[in-house]
């Protein structure tokens, strides 16, 4: 039976999550028929060994693909979508548990807007024994802010669990395979969807679990890529809207935001400084459960490298397009 719904999902050494996720996928409730398209981004665990065992066993409503490594989930999401045979295309994370009726929500949804440029952001929860990790700091959406808003933008393109139609994807969207913008690779492709006029609402019955899985000795790392990322994001999408989500010093801001900000940054330069994070180890900011101290302890860590991240790469454009200036004057 041709599926309605292609599940595509990018995956990079999942092994500990997928004996978690791949049962819930494959024990989707209702008549709504689907595949589960899994998209090995060049996994050097046993994910593949897992996969391949659950694909053979579901009847061929599972089906795995293997890619070699590009540190994105860019090109896997796209390998994806064109292998897809549904006219909908399902977009969620490899660290995420559906719901029993996910598909079925999902299937609803577009039942209800078969217009073509009609896509649904569904929810994630983040499950108790998860909360209590500090790294579930990271873990969460702003979903409260879709919820207030009648129609979502580019912003709100989150593909931990995103529906849209395929055919309106091939044509106006795909993702930008540049590996800079990882992890915001999908805003750049909700902007594409968005100018060519993309409807995107919020579905919270549409829900998963989010078990995303991260070391305390990552905040960093991930808070310089992000940062990175979000300079690489800035230089592709013309819209005052990053400014705004990720807390840029622009001089385009009108003039009392632009203080404003200035000063809460000249605040965080204070308090971000080695006696604090000092004096939060030490009120207990690394133990094993999630704390207010812990929160504070983190975000400031992540914070600054995010900071630093941006700031890094925008010197680097800057050099780049000054020995670019440089070479085209001397030829």
């Given at each position: 039976?041709?599926?309605?719904?292609?599940i595509v999902i990018p995956t990079y050494n999942r092994s500990e999550l997928l004996p978690r996720s791949i049962p819930a996928l494959l024990q989707q409730t209702g008549s709504?028929?689907?595949?589960?398209?899994?998209?090995?981004?060049?996994?050097?665990?046993?994910?593949?060994?897992?996969?391949e065992a659950a694909?053979?066993?579901?009847?061929?409503?599972?089906?795995?693909?293997?890619?070699?490594?590009?540190?994105?989930?860019?090109?896997?999401r796209n390998l994806g979508i064109r292998l897809a045979r549904a006219p909908v295309v399902l977009l969620i994370d490899d660290d995420v548990v559906p719901a029993p009726d996910l598909v079925?929500?999902?299937?609803?949804?577009?039942?209800?807007?078969?217009?073509?440029?009609?896509?649904?952001?569904?929810?994630?929860?983040v499950p108790d024994d998860v909360r209590r990790s500090p790294m579930s700091l990271f873990h969460s959406f702003p979903y409260d802010e879709a919820a207030s808003l009648g129609e979502l933008n580019y912003l709100f393109f989150w593909t931990c669990n995103v529906s849209v139609k395929r055919d309106f994807m091939l044509q106006h969207g795909m993702f930008d395979e540049d590996s800079d913008l990882h992890p915001v690779e999908d805003m750049e492709c909700g902007y594409r969807l968005w100018m060519a006029g993309m409807q995107l609402k919020y579905l919270p019955s549409a829900s998963g679990a989010h078990l995303h899985q991260m070391s305390a000795d990552r905040v960093a790392h991930k808070g310089q890529r992000t940062?990175?990322?979000?300079?690489?994001?800035?230089?592709?999408?013309?819209?005052?809207?990053?400014?705004?989500?990720?807390?840029i010093l622009s001089p385009d801001l009108p003039l009392s935001k632009l203080i404003l900000r200035s000063l809460r940054r000249a605040a965080f330069r204070v308090v971000d400084n080695p006696l604090t994070l000092r004096i939060l180890r030490m009120l207990g900011a690394e133990r094993s459960t999630r704390s207010r101290v812990s929160d504070a302890y983190y975000y400031l860590i992540f914070r600054r490298n995010t900071i630093a991240g941006f700031s890094s790469a925008r010197r680097s454009h800057s050099a780049s397009r000054s020995a670019l200036t440089i070479t085209h004057c001397e030829n």
């Open positions: 039976m041709t599926p309605r719904i292609s709504v028929p689907y595949e589960v398209l899994f998209v090995d981004d060049g996994s050097t665990d046993n994910s593949r060994e897992l996969i694909a053979l066993a579901s009847n061929e409503t599972l089906r795995y693909i293997y890619a070699p490594h590009t540190g994105s989930p860019s090109h896997p079925a929500q999902h299937a609803k949804f577009h039942e209800e807007h078969p217009e073509w440029e009609c896509a649904a952001l569904g929810t994630l929860t940062g990175r990322a979000q300079f690489a994001l800035m230089n592709k999408v013309p819209h005052s809207g990053l400014v705004q989500r990720f807390g």
